[in-house]
């Protein structure tokens, strides 16, 4: 089984109604792998499988081959055992990719285009848009939903709780003049109602880095109309 099939086994089981192709093509194609020791695994371990593919890593067919080979003579096989580089490692990366996920379920920013379509583009440094694009279908089923990693060039389509892969082949439309009124409004707002002597800029950065910061509509300014 390769790494490619080998998140298609993970996302059926963990999210057995969704698919989302465009996820795999940043996976190799190099490396065998058995069902019969996937099939050992429990849950918690092949979530965190699957954050680890989602982060990219340039190591991944190297971890992946060594923690199969360490789970296939294991009673109860685990990722926990980070006494282990390559078990640590798989494990450090998953939690990064689960820790943006969680604060991107924040930050996202989506924005009504011309058309009746909420947009909301941004710039991961994991490949994180299936897990977001299948929370915000949930959260937000009778809206039509465009999500866009604007680092990868892929985008998903969401509407009424399904999650389509999306090519965006031109140009974005345009705003509607409702949402730059809402926009602007959003920002002065933002502006106006901090404390300035209670200004912490090391908390501010803590939860909104400066990395998200061009997406997020309260820190964009003007350049956000």
Known sequence: MTEKELLVYIEKFLFPSQFFPKQLEILPQDSSISFHVLS?????????LY????????KCTECLRHFLS???????????YLADSSLERIYTKARQVRREIHRMKGLLRFRELC???????????????????????????AERILIHDIRRNI???????????????????????????????????????AIKERLNIKIQKQKVPLKYRSFVIEFMGENSL
């Open 51 to 58: 954050y680890y593919l989602l982060s990219e890593d340039e």
């Open 155 to 193: 985008a998903a389509f969401c509407h009424r709780d399904k999650v389509y892969p999306a090519k965006l082949k031109d140009q974005v439309p345009s705003f509607t003049e409702d949402e730059k009124i809402f926009s602007k409004l959003w920002n002065e707002y933002f502006a106006k109602i």
């Open 70 to 80: 360490f789970i296939k003579n294991q009673n109860t096989p685990s990722i926990n």
């Open 40 to 48: 050992k695994l429990d849950r918690n371990t092949l979530k965190t």
């Open 115 to 141: 058309g009746g379509y909420l947009y909301a583009q941004f710039k991961p440094e994991n490949n994180i848009i299936l897990p977001l694009a299948l929370y915000f279908s949930n959260r937000m089923r």
